[in-house]
C-alpha cells in the first residue's frame, strides 16, 4: 500500500532531521546536560536537608531527564512507524506518537 505524500512528507522530513548537523549538535548538548556523569553531579549538588523536599527534586529531575530522552527518542521511533507504514504493515498509534 503507497504511503499517501503527507506520510512521505512527514518521513523525509525526519529523516532529515536527524542527519542533520543541528540535530547532532542538540544531542551532544542533551547527552552533556543530562548524561550520567553531569547528571549525578546535578543530584549530588543537591544540598537539602528535608528528606521530603529531597525526594521531590529527584524525582523531578528524573521526570525532566526522562522526557528529555524521549523527545530525543521520538524521531526515530515515529521514522520505524512510518517506515511500517510504508511496507503496508499497520503502524504503532498512541503513546504520543504523531
Known amino acids: ?5 503527507h506520510t512521505k512528507d512527514a518521513l523525509d522530513a525526519l529523516e532529515a532531521l536527524i542527519t542533520s548537523d543541528g540535530w547532532a ?3 551532544a548538548f542533551a547527552a552533556h546536560e543530562w548524561g550520567n556523569e553531569n547528571f549525578a553531579g546535578r543530584v549530588s ?6 528528606p521530603h523536599e529531597l525526594t521531590v527534586q529527584l524525582a523531578e529531575a528524573l521526570a525532566a531527564r526522562r ?3 524521549l523527545l ?9 512507524d512510518l517506515r511500517k507504514l510504508q511496507e503496508g504493515a499497520p503502524a504503532l498509534r498512541g503513546q504520543g506518537r504523531m
Do not use: G, T, Y
Not at 500500500?1 to 505524500?5: E, G, I, L, Q, S
Not at 549538588?45 to 528535608?50: F, K, S, V
Not at 530525543?72 to 515515529?78: A, E, G, K
Open 67 to 69: 522526557a528529555v530522552q
Open 45 to 50: 549538588a543537591m544540598n537539602i536537608a528535608n
Open 1 to 5: 500500500m503507497p504511503m499517501d505524500d
Open 25 to 27: 549538535l542538540l544531542q
Open 72 to 80: 530525543l527518542q521520538w524521531p526515530h521511533m515515529r521514522i520505524v
